[in-house]
C-alpha cells in the first residue's frame, strides 16, 4: 500500500532497502534544486568544496565582499544541518515516528516558500547573500543532514564527489587479479556499487529536470518537489498526530 510505502521511507524503523530509495529519490531532488537553483540564483548550493575554494580565490585576489558572501552561503549550509541534528534528537527523545519525517517536512516547506516567493526573495539579503541562495544552501544542508544520520553516514545525496570515489574504488576490487586459492580474495561490494550508481544517475537525471523546469517555469518548478517531499513525509507525522 503506498502508506506502508511511505511509512518505510521515512519512518523511525529503518532497513537497508527503505534507505535505499530514499536516498534515490532525495538524489533526484538536491539534483534537481541544485541545477534548477544555479538557473535561479546563478550559484550551485548543493555541495560547499566549490563555495569554499571561491572563498579562497576570492580572498587571495583581494575580493572580500565575495569572500564573505560565500562565507554566508558556508553558514546557511551548515545551519540547515545544525537544524536536522535540533529536530531529530528532539524526536528521538520524544520516540516520535517522524524523527526523520519531520526535517523533509521543513525542506518541502522551505521548498515551496523558494518556489512561491522566489522573486520577492532575491531581493532580499540574509548573511550577505541573497535570501535565494541562503534558502537554498540551508536546504541542502538539512537533506544531507537527515539522509547520513538515517543511513549512518552510507548514503550521501546532495553531492556526488564521494560517490563518485566510492564507485572507483569498487571497480577497483572489482577487477583485481586474486591469485588461486587466495585467503583473502579482493571482491567488490555489487549491491553497494549497484547503490553508488543509482544515486549518482538520480543525481543526474534530476539536474535535467531541475534545469528543464526552472528555464521553462521559473520559481515554480520547485513545486512539484515540494510537494514530492510532502507525499514522503506526511505520513510518519499524521501517525504521531494520531498518537498524541
Known sequence: MPINYARRLTGRQREAGGNRQLGMVLAFVAGAANAGGYIAVHQYTSHMTGIVSAMADDVAGGALGLAAAGLGALVSFVAGAACCALIVNYARRRALHSVYA????????????????????????????????????????????????????????????GVMTDI?????????????????PVAANRVRLRLLAMLALCFFVGGIAGAVGFTRLGYAATVPLAMMLVALAIVPVVDDLRRS
Open 168 to 184: 572507483g574504488i569498487e571497480l577497483g576490487k572489482a577487477l583485481y587479479p586474486n591469485r588461486d586459492g587466495a585467503a583473502a
Open 102 to 161: 519531520l526535517p523533509l517536512l521543513l525542506e518541502a516547506l522551505l521548498l515551496l516558500s523558494f518556489g512561491v516567493l522566489g522573486t520577492w526573495l532575491a531581493s532580499i539579503e540574509v548573511l550577505i547573500v541573497p535570501a535565494t541562495v541562503t534558502l537554498l544552501c540551508f536546504m541542502m544542508g538539512l537533506q544531507n543532514a537527515v539522509v547520513t544520520k538515517l543511513s549512518n553516514a552510507e548514503i550521501r545525496t546532495t553531492h556526488i564527489t
